[in-house]
Structure formats: structure tokens, C-alpha cells
């Protein structure tokens, strides 16, 4: 097996793009990922692509070259990114190809997500019941995570703030003034107890990886970043996840608590060595839970770590150092490419206003959409 | 004329329960009916009529409409919001239900409640679509 390394990064910005089209967007991200690592498009031995606002990702070609390479498009909600570098590195390691690309990009129209509950295989009567509501899933689980292990709302609103803060020293992202606690608890009750400021919004943008075999490189880059893991889990029996009209009486942890574990068992990594953390946060309360589903506290020790102010970047745990889903929104096919996009600058020290002191030596991201699909992704120097 | 929203409940009936299946096999049930087992992937599943009365395991409010195909007031101009909870339905299945209480002072972690049959909207011809939601049972 080979290892993979990471050799270019590239990133459109997130936000609100006029007419410009997921493609132009995806084509731009590819093309500074390329500049970034020295590597020619012509170059490039196969692809891996995410989007749920296009039909397929591969007519990028004709914009990028018609080079005629295997280029497999990728979808799995809110993981299709991580899927895709997951898809990217095993073609890579297996030995198939000495370099890879993993693309995303979207262009979401305003507000939630368009819905038809067949499409993943819910009955029609759930979504007219009001129930194929991607948020109010998240506000049931953050609502009973704060009963049981004592979080408070004013730390919800805590993380809000420190991601629109993040987002501010981030020229890429969405949203880049900073929101007081205040205005982020008094905002309107989308889903109690989560706010309109607590949650992220569908937006516009793009991202892209240039990958290569490890003992290559050095040809490209002197500052190579290493995919230690990238491991996708679905749920299994017991757990009760997005969308979906019923859970079983015996529990069972969520996919995430599935994939970290796997990817830290692959990587020889423990949550303990992680430097700079990037974590799903399609709401506040995502983050705070996703905090113990990846290893770096226990339940409940979240309320502490906050007002400490643990996780902002000069803390021992930093997350969401460019802002997170709540200050970049979230194009689906782009936002796990996003996350690894800041950890490689975390890494390289390269992410300026933004960056960990120390130089970081490991980075870990963690995403999580509908029905229950997760990943982990462990980076290092 | 009043119709139910879906197959998912026994109507007409005095006494409606949720129309949920059992494998024959593992005994793992799920609501609504599926045709395989979600744990041993046996194909020996059965209609199994859910207990009416449960806990509440937890619960929000969906404090915004919805979108199409929600078939109440999409558009937000009569639109009420209305609680969403998972219930536990003795030891047999949990399941996840509208519930007739929407402020969140009067919601509890592990209250008792009860399933209900409740007029939602009325349809293009004019017939009363009917849901399931769960009350509290307190204020019965």
C-alpha cells in the first residue's frame, strides 16, 4: 500500500456568486489547486468529483482539458467532499495512480435544502407531516445532549460567535463580521434551542485537492502533507440519525463515533496528537456534540472547554479556525474539501491571521450529513 | 370527509394505533411497514400494531415552515409552529412524531404521552386530511 500525499489546494470562495456556475467555480478551485502544486491538469491520472446542484461533476473536463481520464462522480449528502478524497487517496494507495484530484462545488439556491423524501427512500407522508427537516433532527439531538450532560444555550451561542469570529479573518468566507452572543441568542428559534445564528446556510463555492504517491512528492512540493486516514461510515442498527420516522429501543453511537475510531486506528494517531480540528458544524450544538463523537473530550466537559475558550485557534484545541459551516455555509460538495483545504495552510503555516501558533504537526476533519453518513480525515506533516 | 395522511395508521377506527412491522426472525421493529429487517436482513416481516402510549425521549419545535411537499402553509402566512419529538413506545420501537405541544415549557424529557389522531389541512377537495401526533398526557 502506498501513501498518499497532499501536493495542492485550491479554494473558490464560499458565498453568493451571481450567475457564475458551479463549474466556473469548480474549474477555478482545480486550477489553483494545480498552480499550488506545480502539476500540469494534463498530469492528472483520474478524478473524483461531489455536487448535488449539477447532474455530474466530470463535464469539468471540457473546461479543465479533455484528457480523457477516469473521472468518477461521488455523492453522500453532507460527506460527499470527505468521500471523495477518501476515493481520491485508495486509488492512490491501491497503486491504480501516482496522482489524483478531488473536486467539489455547488451552487444552492437560498434557504434549507430542497426536499422530495423518496429520493432517499422516506415515504411522501413525512415530508407533508412537516418531518423531512434536516434541522429540527439537529435541534432533538443538541436538545437532549444539553439535558443529559449539562450544556448550556449561552455556550451554543459561545461557538456561534467564535466561528463568525474565525470567519472574519477569512477572506474565503461567507460570512465575515463577527455576531455578538447576544444577537446570536436573541436571532429567531428555528428549531428550539437552536437559533438562526447558531445554524449554517446553503451557499455557493468550490474547493480541490492535487494528490500524489508520497515517495513523488518531494518533485512537486517541499511542504508535503500526508493523508494518514479517511474512513466514510453509514449508521448502523440502534442509532437514531437525520431523516428518518423511527430508532430502534437498543442504542447505538452515532457514524461518526464509527469513522473516528477507524481513522484513528489506521492513522496510529490518537485524538491526544491532533493539533488543529475541523469539525461539522451545521449548527452550534453540532460542534459542541461532535467535540466527544471525535475523541477530544468527554460528554459535558464542552461547557468548561468553551468558556475557557479552549477551541478558539490560540487554545489547545482549536476548531473551525476558518470559521467552520456557520461563517463559510455549506455547498455540499465542497465543504469536507474546504475543511482539508485549512488544515494543509494550518499545516504549512501558511494560513496567516488564522494560524495555530506552534506549527502544527496534525490536523483532523470531521464531517456528518443525511441519513447518517460520516467521515474522518487525519492529516499530517 | 376526513381521510388519513398516509398508511400508516389503522382508519377508520375507534381506537387507532400506528401500523408499524416486526421481523419474524430477530424481532427488530420499525415504523412504518418495511419489507426487509433493518438488523438481520431477513425478508420475515409483519405488520405490528405500535403500543399508543409512550415516553418522550426527546423533542424540539420546528419553529419555520417547512418546504413543499409540507402540506401545511409553506408559505408561511397561517403557518403555527408545531413540536417534533421520539417516542418510545414501551420496548418495542421508537418513533419519531409531530406532537400536539409546541412550547417547550410545557415538554419534558421521559413525560408520559399518547398517541392522537388530529385534523391537519384540508386538501383540494376539500376532504380533511388527518396526522398522528403524540400529546402529553397531562392534557388530556
Same mark, same amino acid.
Not at chain 1, 451554543?156 to 446570536?184: C, D, M, Q, T, W
Not at chain 1, 486516514?229 to 437498543?250: F, H, K, L, M, P
Not at chain 1, 459542541?288 to 463523537?293: F, G, L, T, Y
Given at each position: 500500500?502506498?501513501d ?14 451571481g450567475?457564475?456556475?458551479?463549474f466556473?467555480?469548480?474549474a !477555478?478551485?482545480?486550477?489553483l489547486? @494545480?498552480?499550488?502544486? *506545480?502539476? =500540469?491538469?494534463?498530469? %492528472?491520472?483520474? $478524478?473524483?468529483?461531489? /455536487? ?5 461533476? !466530470?463535464?469539468?473536463?471540457s473546461? @479543465?482539458?479533455?484528457? *480523457?481520464? =477516469?473521472?468518477?462522480? %461521488?455523492?453522500? $449528502?453532507?460527506?460527499? /467532499?470527505a ?9 492512490i ?14 451552487k ?13 427512500n ?23 445532549y ?29 460570512r465575515?463580521?463577527?455576531?455578538s452572543?447576544?444577537?446570536?441568542l ?8 437552536l ?16 494528490m500524489?504517491r ?5 518533485r ?18 440502534g442509532a437514531y440519525?437525520?431523516n ?5 429501543i ?33 449548527d452550534?450544538?453540532?460542534?459542541v ?7 477530544f473530550?468527554a460528554?459535558?466537559?464542552?461547557e ?8 478558539e ?11 467552520g ?6 455547498p ?17 503555516g ?6 495555530v ?6 490536523g483532523?476533519?470531521q464531517?456528518?450529513?443525511?441519513p ?8 499530517s506533516? | 370527509m ?38 438481520c ?10 403500543p ?55 415538554l ?7 398517541l ?16 398522528f ?8
Amino acid at each position: 500500500m502506498n501513501d498518499v500525499a497532499i501536493i495542492g489546494v485550491g479554494l473558490h470562495p464560499f458565498g453568493r456568486f451571481g450567475d457564475k456556475s458551479a463549474f466556473e467555480m469548480g474549474a !477555478d478551485a482545480v486550477e489553483l489547486a @494545480l498552480t499550488d502544486a *506545480g502539476l =500540469p491538469w494534463s498530469d %492528472v491520472q483520474c $478524478a473524483f468529483g461531489g /455536487a448535488w446542484e449539477v447532474a455530474q461533476t !466530470d463535464p469539468l473536463t471540457s473546461l @479543465l482539458g479533455l484528457s *480523457g481520464i =477516469p473521472f468518477t462522480n %461521488v455523492f453522500n $449528502a453532507c460527506a460527499t /467532499a470527505a468521500s471523495s478524497i477518501a476515493q481520491a487517496a485508495n486509488a492512490i494507495r491501491s497503486g491504480a495512480f501516482e496522482t489524483a484530484v478531488a473536486v467539489g462545488m455547488d451552487k444552492h439556491p437560498r434557504g434549507s435544502f430542497k426536499v422530495d423524501p423518496t429520493l432517499m427512500n422516506m415515504p411522501t407522508w413525512y415530508a407533508e407531516n412537516g418531518q423531512y427537516v434536516t434541522t429540527k433532527f439537529f435541534g432533538m439531538k443538541i436538545n437532549k445532549y444539553m439535558h443529559d450532560h449539562g450544556i448550556s444555550s449561552e455556550t451554543l451561542a459561545k461557538v456561534a460567535a467564535k466561528n463568525y469570529r474565525n470567519g472574519s479573518r477569512n477572506p474565503n468566507a461567507f460570512r465575515r463580521k463577527p455576531i455578538s452572543e447576544e444577537e446570536i441568542l436573541a436571532s429567531p428559534m428555528l428549531n428550539h434551542p437552536l437559533t438562526a445564528y447558531m445554524f449554517c446556510a446553503p451557499d455557493e463555492g468550490a474547493a480541490a485537492l492535487v494528490m500524489c504517491r508520497a515517495d513523488i512528492a518531494h518533485r512537486y512540493t517541499d511542504t508535503p502533507i500526508y493523508v494518514r486516514a479517511a474512513e466514510v461510515r453509514t449508521r448502523n442498527y440502534g442509532a437514531y440519525e437525520v431523516n428518518t420516522s423511527w430508532a430502534a429501543i437498543d442504542e447505538d453511537v452515532s457514524p461518526t463515533v464509527y469513522a473516528s475510531r477507524a481513522a484513528y486506528e489506521k492513522a496510529g494517531i490518537g485524538p491526544e496528537d491532533v493539533d488543529v480540528i475541523q469539525l461539522q458544524d451545521t449548527d452550534a450544538g453540532a460542534e459542541v456534540i461532535h467535540m466527544a463523537e471525535n475523541g477530544f473530550c468527554a460528554d459535558g466537559e464542552q461547557e468548561k472547554l468553551v468558556a475557557d475558550g479552549a477551541t478558539e485557534i490560540g487554545g489547545p484545541l482549536p476548531v473551525n479556525t476558518d470559521g467552520g459551516l456557520i461563517a463559510n455555509g455549506e455547498p455540499i460538495g465542497a465543504s469536507g474539501l474546504r475543511q482539508i483545504h485549512e488544515l494543509v495552510l494550518q499545516l504549512r503555516g501558511q494560513a496567516g491571521e488564522r494560524q495555530v501558533e506552534g506549527t502544527p504537526r496534525v490536523g483532523y476533519a470531521q464531517v456528518y450529513g443525511a441519513p447518517g453518513t460520516a467521515a474522518a480525515t487525519i492529516l499530517s506533516r | 370527509m376526513q381521510k388519513p395522511i398516509g398508511d400508516v395508521f389503522t382508519w377508520p377506527d375507534d381506537d387507532p394505533k400506528l401500523i408499524g412491522s416486526r421481523c419474524g426472525d430477530c424481532a427488530a421493529a420499525t415504523f412504518p411497514v418495511q419489507s426487509r429487517c433493518p438488523r438481520c436482513s431477513g425478508k420475515n416481516m409483519a405488520e405490528l400494531l405500535l403500543p399508543k402510549r409512550g415516553t418522550l425521549v426527546t423533542w424540539t419545535t420546528q419553529g419555520f415552515p417547512p418546504m413543499v411537499p409540507f402540506a401545511g402553509d409553506a408559505t408561511g402566512k397561517s403557518f403555527e409552529p408545531f413540536g417534533v419529538g421520539l417516542v418510545q413506545l414501551e420496548d418495542v420501537v421508537k418513533v419519531e412524531a409531530r406532537l400536539t405541544e409546541s412550547d417547550p415549557a410545557k415538554l419534558r424529557f421521559g413525560m408520559d404521552v399518547e398517541l392522537r389522531i388530529v385534523p391537519f389541512y384540508v386538501d383540494e377537495q376539500g376532504d380533511e386530511i388527518m396526522t398522528f401526533a403524540f400529546a402529553p398526557e397531562e392534557s388530556t
